[in-house]
């Protein structure tokens, strides 16, 4: 089968993340919004059935993600995360029932293509199953206090593109961890077991930036224009969690001429990311 249940699992993956997304973000929009970082906005939101539904989503976004994880390579299936966004106004339109304009189809068919184009080009390969704890911690400390600069400096501001920007690439951050950590879990859990998985430091690693990328994605919707913070995060997660499968899982993607390629494929996934965002952003 190849890479062809990977990519399967990551697709139903990102299909159940846009789901969430949509939901949680209704939701966020109707509790009170906060200038400074407030755990109780999750207290607030735990009151709203949409915002449950969303968590639901989230958590079947999550075995599809770590079914994707346990049999393709990091690099593979968290890019394949860009399409949340396309996908999010897609289920948006039909819960709202209306058409979407010519211009976002186009926009949709951009990303589509060039994520088609970087990854066909890239041919990630490798699934590396387990990475000692000597080359996590450089990692982990690097992405920690990359996390709490950008939400420092995202919380500071008031609500805004900076704000949402910030809090946008510090969600991506988060998140791209929560895979790289969760892909050597769900490898231990179908290797040695479920006692071992409730024993690996990974497993409690990757739940804890699971629920750090959570909360601060509550508070980027809440903290600006969706043509802010959905690129930081469609695009930061995406490039953090290849270079995590390159540096961290030694997977391989090609090189020499190929690169030529990928950066096309690239630039119109950012190009239509970007173009989405900005049109979401204008219909709000």
């Given at each position: ?32 919004q906060?200038r ?24 079947a ?12 390579p ?30 976002m ?147 391989h ?22 173009a ?9």
């Open positions: 089968m190849g890479l062809v249940l990977p990519t399967l699992f990551a697709l139903l993956a990102a299909g159940s993340n846009a789901l969430a997304t949509v939901l949680q973000r209704r939701a966020a929009l109707t509790v009170p906060s400074g970082f407030r755990p109780g906005l999750v207290l607030d939101l735990l009151r709203r059935p949409v915002w449950l539904a969303g968590i639901l989503a989230v958590i976004a999550g075995v599809w993600q770590a079914a994707a994880l346990a049999t393709g990091l690099s593979l299936v968290q890019p394949l995360f860009v399409l949340e966004l396309p996908l999010a106004l897609l289920l948006a339109s039909l819960l709202q029932r209306q058409r979407l304009p010519g211009t189809v186009l926009n949709v068919s951009v990303v589509v293509a060039g994520l088609g184009l970087a990854l066909m080009s890239a041919s990630p390969d490798g699934n590396r199953t387990h990475v000692s704890l000597d080359r996590w911690l450089p990692v982990l400390a690097g992405s920690a206090g990359a996390v709490l600069l950008l939400a420092v400096a995202g919380l500071r501001r008031p609500p805004g593109r900076a704000r949402a920007g910030c809090l946008g690439a510090a969600t991506a951050i988060c998140f791209a961890l929560t895979a790289g950590l969760m892909k050597t879990a769900v490898h231990i859990l179908t290797d040695d077991g479920i006692t071992d998985f409730f024993t690996a430091w990974q497993t409690y690693a990757f739940g804890a930036t699971g629920v750090c990328a959570m909360l601060i994605l509550e508070h980027a919707m809440q903290g600006g224009p969706l043509v802010a913070s959905q690129p930081a995060l469609t695009l930061g997660d995406a490039t953090v969690s290849l270079l995590l499968g390159v540096l961290v899982y030694e997977e993607v090609r090189a020499g001429w190929w690169v030529l390629p990928e950066l096309l494929g690239v630039g119109l996934v950012a190009a239509g990311v970007f989405l965002a900005r049109g979401e952003a204008g219909s709000a």
